[in-house]
């Protein structure tokens, strides 16, 4: 059994062993035992209707290999909630209670001396989803909001605040699009400072930014905030990857976090994923990535415990003999 102790449980961990797995998709796994969340809140619906469902799929990770579960606030957001008819302190529990969920099922995995041979007590990460996906019309995939980095501080605090209320281990701050976003967020951790936080953009290309900025200038200005544990990106296509790794390696010594998407294309007409995916091909990819310094690395949409059992399977065997 492995310990960490440090206040930066990345750091920690990586002082261990040279890779940290990560969980995949969440919603993949939730409409796959029946929820619809063709619905504003998304994923997050399910805190309201079915939040043991969450646990379960949390569990299925942590005993797939994961090393690290992204809690279901993503798209939880307090107006959103609000908007719902939800009153704003039953919002904050919602909040919180993606968190719990998460710890629940880490704590039940830990409770088992069997799951514990080899393995890193696992983190809980509080997802902080973009303000675009508050705004469920895609824009977290376009960025140019027309906000100002003060009002998207303001966006995102009380959500921050509710899930730091709830000791997670860390911030998971993904699928940011553009560089203000990032600002903001950085900007607010100074006021939880028992966290850290990871920041992952998602991505047009193999060098920008979804609104279109150099990946290289957002990860060298974000990156040199102390609080951030790593940088990197997330639900990108996986093609994109060997590019986006080398141009943030190239200006920060920071680890470098990545959790593309499955491979499949998202149809927004036809609200569809098209193509197909191996699994054993993207565990080939991710050799790839961490043979060019990706240290945390999982999946986002469309991947399962299959795939994060593939990868975790892979790093066990020894990742530093590829």
């Known amino acids: 059994m492995l310990k960490m ?14 890779l940290l797995i990560l969980d995949g998709a969440l919603a993949t796994e939730l409409e796959r035992r029946g929820c619809d969340l063709a619905d504003p809140l998304w994923s997050a619906k399910v805190l309201i209707e079915n939040p ?49 969920l998460a710890q629940a099922a880490r704590d039940q995995f830990w409770a088992d001396p069997a799951n514990r041979e080899g393995r890193l007590r696992p983190l809980v990460a509080a997802s902080v989803g973009p303000y675009g996906a508050f705004l469920h ?30 000791r997670p281990d860390l911030f998971a701050c993904e699928t940011i699009p553009c560089l203000d976003e990032a600002r903001a967020l950085v900007a607010l951790l100074p ?27 957002c990860a060298a200005e974000i990156a040199a905030h102390p ?29 470098i976090v990545v959790y593309p998407n499955s491979g499949e294309v998202y149809d927004p007409v036809g609200q569809c994923w098209i193509g197909t995916t191996e699994i054993d091909d993207f565990v080939a990819q991710a050799r790839q990535w961490y043979a060019m310094g990706a240290r945390l690395i999982g999946g986002c949409c469309r991947t399962t415990p299959d795939h994060i059992r593939a990868l975790a399977a892979w790093a066990a065997a020894g990742v530093n003999h590829d």
């Open 52 to 100: 043991s469902l969450i646990q379960a799929v949390h569990a299925d990770y942590f005993a797939a290999g994961a090393d690290v579960a992204i809690t279901a606030s993503y798209q939880a957001t307090i107006p959103g909630f609000m908007a719902r008819g939800i009153a704003p302190d039953q919002a904050i529990l919602l909040l919180q209670r993606s968190v719990a």
């Open 227 to 255: 609080q951030v544990a790593a940088i990197g990106v997330n639900c990108t296509a996986p093609r994109f990857l060997p590019d986006l790794i080398r141009a943030v390696q190239a200006v920060t010594d920071k680890p």
């Open 191 to 217: 006021e939880f400072p028992h966290l850290t936080a990871w920041i992952s953009f998602s991505a047009r290309d193999g060098a920008h930014t979804a609104q279109g900025e150099p990946i290289a200038e």
């Open 137 to 166: 019309d895609g824009s977290e995939y376009r960025g140019n909001y027309g906000l100002s980095v003060a009002e998207l501080i303001e966006f995102h605090r009380p959500r921050m605040a509710a899930l730091a209320a709830a």
């Open 5 to 18: 102790s440090s206040p930066n449980p990345i750091t920690a961990a990586l002082a261990q062993r040279p």
